[in-house]
């Protein structure tokens, strides 16, 4: 029995270490991003210095209590810091927590780990949307118009996600394969739309416009298109941050999953649909951004496991990190131009995933 | 904890796979399934742990309706061993078996000291103690059916559904599952192949051919070799194997 005893104890030993190790990583995950923000502000084509960055910083984020602007030595630096780059990095930081959240959430409801957040068409959709806007200079009369092609874009993103799930789920249940298949049809059908329009319209500044956008920029982002984009994408990693028993049951597949109490039926529809949404209002706000949310949760289950208990919140974090250094690098990469931030995840994320499937004994989650 | 279900018709694209079927485990009773490939087992035994809605029929699990009851009320009480257990993504052995609590947790409750202890006893029952951290898709066959049960004890389920527990397994872990789930001491309907194996283990026998009940009985006195000829299409005798006082069938080849 001693034996016995003395095994009991070193599990609950090894238990306690593994939560411990846990919350360090989260809470230097979070560190780590209050710093890459920091240094997202500091770096850029202006050269600022650190110490008057974070006086700026300091001022601005205090309600302008806190310390003075005095001294710095061009006034137009506050406005760079404070209305340029500012809600550039936190736009990244919420993209990418959002697009490796939606990721993580697809690829276990579709039980598909080369699944990401635009398989149910709703990159092809978004372009649609943005290209239909673009090209033919629609736009809707009011406070809508104002945000003209974002709008559209949600428009054309959530509806090819609506349609997919629709034909997915006509003739009773919804099953990945299912999904998958819709998704390809939708992509296809929105992208020969779009390369239709493009064709009619024959404007070449049009086209410019729409390659820009399709490859995916954060460029844009100014703070009163953050508060939409912010409490979406909290609000949904909260809701997934509660349901990672049954994202865990989910990669069982759906008969196992029975078995263990969750009809995923249900949540399949529900799961989808805020992901939907989630990655429509990021394709909206920056276009699509390709790769993290593919590549972003098989690092991390590469690292942590396929528990979603840790997979959900490291991978919010892990994600953000991710975008704002490939913003970081998008700016800074080639002196006085920028790149879109889509070339530089897909220049990234897909040596790295190359490397993570050459790799001996990833097994899509398994230590 | 005992199972009826009586008058079950399940249709599968317009076809009966399982035609008026009424069968009965008693408590704490191991109640086998025999008949040939597509003769309905996997159907009835999948109308029973709810992937399937059967057509017609009523399943009743103590007091328990299953049919109109939720999928979380039945697996409180009924752990299930499936046929498929293979996963695109994987996990470890502590995790997967850690997985059989889920029916007993509430939304957002977190997994306690008392939901590993009983993670490690079931590893334990299996023989499986140490493999925790391995990950589920680098087992071997024998080792996933094994976790698989260590699932369904960790749910400490007062009935168990099993689909053809014993297959790929060789012969000693088919023997040690059969046995562990003897142990458990709790009503069990398992649908099995092996006839031998059947008659050794099985306290009752129902028999199935072409979606309907053929006959029922004590493997003594229903496995006859004229039952297996008409079932199966095969040639026997059936014996008292000297060794082990079990009932033996000596199979006769096509000729």
Known sequence: MKSQNSVTTGFRNKGRVQQKSFVMLIVFLIVFIVFSIGCSVAIGQVNISLGDTFRILLYKSSGMRLGSLDGISQASFADIIWHIRMPRALMSMLIGAGLSLCGVVIQASVQNPLADPYILGISSGGALGATFAIMLGFSIPGILGQMGVAVWAFAGAFGAALLVLAIANVKGKVTSVKLVLAGMVINALCNSFSNFIVYLANNS???????????????????????????????????????????????????????????????????????????????????????????????????????????????????????????????????????????ITSMIGAPMFMYMLMKKGYGFGGK | MELRAENMIVTLANTDIVNDISIKVK????????????????????????????????????DLDVLKSEPMSVSRIMGVVGQFNDLSFDFTVEEMVLMGRTPHKKFMERDTEEDHEIVREALNKVSLTGYEDRSYLTLSGGEKQRVILARAIAQQPSFLVMDEPTNHLDIKYQLQILSIVKQMNVGTLAALHDLELAAEYCDYLYVMKRGKLMAQGTPKELLTSELIREVYDVSCEIYTNPVTGELGIAYMPFS
């Open chain 1, 205 to 343: 500044e049009g086209i410019k416009t729409v390659t820009f956008w399709t490859m995916g920029s954060i460029a844009s982002a100014t703070w009163d298109k953050l508060p939409l984009v912010a409490v979406s994408i909290c609000a949904a990693s909260l809701f997934f941050l509660t349901q990672s028993r049954i994202l865990n049951t989910m990669l069982l597949g759906s008969e196992a999953a029975v078995t263990l109490g969750i009809s995923l039926n249900q949540y399949l529809r529900i799961f989808m649909l805020v992901s939907a949404f989630v990655t429509g209002i990021i394709v909206a706000s920056c276009g699509t951004i390709g790769f993290v949310g593919l590549i972003i949760p098989h690092i991390v289950r590469g690292v942590m496991g396929s528990d979603h208990k840790r997979l959900v919140p490291v991978s919010i974090l892990f994600g953000s990190l991710f975008l704002i250094w490939a913003d970081i690098l998008a700016r800074t990469l080639i002196p006085q131009s920028e790149l879109p931030i889509g070339i």
């Open chain 2, 27 to 62: 408590n704490k009773q191991f109640v086998g399934l025999i008949g040939p490939n597509g003769c309905g087992k996997s159907t009835l035994l999948k109308s029973i742990y709810k992937v399937i809605k059967p057509k017609k029929g009523s399943i009743y699990l103590g």
